[in-house]
């Protein structure tokens, strides 16, 4: 069964200090990797897709990375209101049904 | 690009009152609809998902139900609500089944 997992889970950072987070996955084929930005109380907003390794997608102070195994989230010289928490997914099959398989989320707070 | 429309934004029903929540999308045709539920501090746990008008696929036993009576419409009922169906619900939609998700900005039930 498809598995992804999510690391840190917690990551405080202060304003300006670059950091990265993990998301490793176990597919039988990957069909793309999915990351999204989550605010209290609010829907999956989504940030990119990812199809094969060594893809790289920016947005800002973000940029998302590919690996055969995991994707990394890199968040630079971040600043308070990129504080949320960043979900990654991967299309699969769970069950019966094709489904997108989430991780648990990374909660990121940028400090001012 | 889709919006989906999702609501109410927040509920309180008592144990054993009837659900029902909507969420219409707009936008795009014939789209792939999900309802998820996500736990505090977990990830997305997949419900009901959709391909067509009246076709519904369930994950996991439960004391909800679906139905998609028109293409860009989805619901999601119980008949009598328990404690353990509190959480915040999202609704999702996306093109394909190997494609992004998007997401409403989800409701949060509370059964007391």
């Known amino acids: 069964e498809d598995q992804v997992t999510q690391s840190p889970e917690a990551l405080r950072l202060q304003e300006g200090e670059s950091s990265s987070l993990n998301c490793s996955y176990t597919?039988?084929?990957?069909?793309?990797l999915f990351w999204y930005r989550q605010d209290p109380g609010k829907g999956p907003e989504f940030l990119f897709t990812?199809?094969?390794a060594g893809e790289e997608k920016e947005k800002e102070r973000l940029k998302a990375t590919l690996t055969k195994k995991e994707s990394f989230l890199h968040i630079t010289a971040p600043k308070p209101e990129d504080s949320a928490t960043y979900l990654c997914?991967?299309?699969?099959?769970?069950?019966?049904?094709?489904?997108?398989?989430f991780g648990s989320g990374t909660q990121l707070t940028v400090l001012p | 690009s889709q919006t989906i429309h999702q609501w109410p934004a927040t509920l309180v029903q008592p144990v054993g009152s009837p659900l029902s929540l909507e969420c219409t999308v707009e936008?795009?045709?014939?789209?792939?609809l999900y309802w998820y539920r996500q736990a505090a501090g977990r990830g997305l746990q997949l419900l009901f998902y959709?391909?067509?008008?009246?076709?519904i696929s369930s994950e996991v036993p439960q004391n909800l139900s679906a139905s998609r009576p028109q293409d860009r419409q989805f619901i999601l009922s119980s008949k009598k609500l328990l404690l353990s169906d509190s959480g915040f619900y999202l609704c999702?939609?996306?093109?394909?089944?190997?494609?992004?998700?998007?997401f409403g900005q989800g409701t949060r039930l509370t059964v007391v």
């Open positions: 997914a991967v299309p699969g099959i769970s069950g019966s049904a094709r489904q997108l398989t």
């Open positions: 597919v039988s084929g990957l069909r793309g």
């Open positions: 990812l199809y094969s």
């Open positions: 936008g795009t045709s014939n789209p792939n």
């Open positions: 959709s391909v067509g008008i009246g076709q």
């Open positions: 999702a939609c996306a093109t394909g089944l190997d494609t992004e998700a998007f």
